[in-house]
């Protein structure tokens, strides 16, 4: 399979592409393109930004291309055995899940506009870019020049791509794996600062998990000179988004807080990875009930590796704790849905506000039971495990022999670790819908914390000094950093 995508004219941001098909021998066939993109579980529909398609034999004659469906075409081949699908695609949107280019960016995720041949969606591709003279390449996928190489099709659409004459890029090196932080905007980034962090952190989530997925991790950044904040899991990348440009302690907070987070994806659901999303299927919904432990595991870690590896003093992770609290108890509280259901139900209405008190956040409840977990984990062993325990667990059965798990074999892990069965921490938080605060505060109060809910509704997490907690607490916070 290969592709050649051009911008003849960048400022309209439309996106010029030609697909070459080899070694057709059926009389018809069927090529697919993904209604939805790993990391944002709805369908999506990237079919509407398709301008025009059709589909040629290799001396340019036409042949039949005709809809299957709203995302699938059929194509009659006519007896060649090379078919070329020639579209247009119009990437305008700047977040981390679409693509865009202009006259000084080519922003692209291929998931957006690139194809699959039904039955063969695992054979290589090859993506030639015609780039303007001067253009840098920020990507995970290998490459020859302009030249992109991805061994299949789910690893093409799983590596975005930054590509301009500005890109700025530093690299740094933890163990064996190399690690680059690319920026594009209207910024001069603090280099020095920026590589102490994110080297701090990255040695810390290795240390944990006692080994990396890949050899090399990119961590590819546009900054708007607007609000925005979203990043995106991938397969050895993360595609970030932030904004306003202003350089300052807030970019960076925000830049430590979703970069820390996305590289915890590499292991937990890129290869810790949910049954139901193995292989992905890209033509429907893949509905699955643990987005809790791919999500909600994720948000609790990323501010823990920050504060673990010294990046965040206490101060600043317990103002993180209490933003999930805050967002959970101040917003869906009341909620009649469980965790379990919230997370089935993303492909329906999860990333949207939603009608009052129906579902929770898989992301913000599902870091305060990850907490609540954590802690009674700690509790029970006297902080000899913990659930570090669990993910490491989780990664040696599931992540690298990559053959997916079920909410039953979290489950067993986590019981495994703990030496018990824990109905009620499956009962309470994860299947049922009753208010979490008692069950939350019980835990917190095993490290000297207290969450205070005011007449107002309004959320505060608060240090308790002194009496039982202090010993805990010194071991809890000896446990959460270096």
Not at 6 to 25: G, K, R, T, Y
Not at 213 to 219: L, M
Not at 279 to 300: I, K, L, S
Request: hydrophobic residues 40%; charged residues 20%; proline residues 4%.
């Amino acid at each position: 399979m290969h592709y050649h995508i051009s911008a003849e004219d960048p400022l309209s941001h439309f996106i010029d592409i030609v697909w070459s098909i080899d070694q057709v021998a059926e009389p018809e066939i069927e090529i697919q393109l993904p209604a939805w993109r790993p990391g944002r579980y709805e369908i999506q529909n990237f079919a509407k930004n398709i301008q025009k398609i059709e589909a040629l034999a290799e001396d340019g004659s036409k042949l039949f291309i005709g809809k299957v469906s709203k995302d699938r075409w059929r194509i009659l081949p006519e007896g060649h055995s090379k078919v070329i699908v020639r579209y247009r695609y119009f990437a305008q949107v700047q977040n981390a899940g679409t693509s865009y280019v202009d006259d000084t960016l080519w922003y692209l995720n291929f998931i957006n506009f690139a194809m699959y041949v039904e039955g063969r969606i695992n054979e290589p591709y090859q993506v030639s870019l015609a780039l303007p003279q001067g253009y840098r390449i920020a990507t995970g996928l290998k490459r020859e020049g302009n030249t992109l190489l991805a061994p299949d099709f789910y690893a093409l659409v799983d590596s975005p791509l930054l590509a301009s004459s500005t890109l700025q890029k530093v690299e740094y090196k933890v163990g064996a794996v190399d690690f680059y932080v690319w920026m594009h905007g209207a910024l001069k980034p603090n280099w020095e600062r920026i590589l102490y962090d994110f080297r701090r952190f990255t040695a810390e989530q290795i240390a944990t998990m006692g080994s990396f997925p890949e050899r090399e991790y990119h961590f590819l950044n546009l900054i708007l000179p607007t609000p925005y904040y979203h990043g995106v899991e991938h397969r050895n990348s993360t595609m970030v988004v932030l904004g306003p440009d202003a350089e300052g302690d807030e970019l960076h907070t925000d830049l430590l807080g979703v970069s820390a987070h996305e590289l915890f994806h590499a292991w937990n659901v890129i290869r810790i990875r949910p049954l139901e999303l193995l292989p992905y299927d890209f033509t429907r919904e893949n509905y699955f009930n643990t987005c809790f432990v791919a999500e909600g595991c994720t948000t609790y870690y990323g501010d823990l590796f920050l504060k673990r590896s010294g990046v965040f003093g206490l101060d600043e992770y317990i103002k993180e704790l209490e933003v999930y609290m805050k967002r959970h108890f101040e917003g869906s509280n009341q909620a009649s849905q469980s965790l379990l259901e919230s997370s089935y139900d993303l492909w329906l209405d999860g990333y949207e506000r939603g009608i009052p008190g129906r579902k929770v956040s898989v992301y913000h409840k599902g870091a305060l039971v990850a907490l609540i977990l954590d802690l009674f984990l700690r509790k029970k062993s006297n902080h000899s495990q913990s659930l570090d325990d669990v993910m490491r667990l989780m990664w040696t059965r599931f992540g690298e022999p990559f053959k997916g798990y079920t909410l039953q074999d979290y489950q067993q892990v986590v019981e495994e670790v703990a030496g018990e069965k824990l109905d009620w921490y499956w009962d309470s938080c994860v299947a049922g819908s009753a208010p979490l605060a008692p069950i939350l505060n019980d835990a917190l109060a095993f490290v000297g914390l207290q969450m205070n809910i005011s007449e107002g509704g309004q959320v505060a997490v608060v240090v308790r000094h002194g009496g039982q907690f202090q010993p805990d607490r010194e071991a809890w916070l000896a446990s959460c950093q270096k």
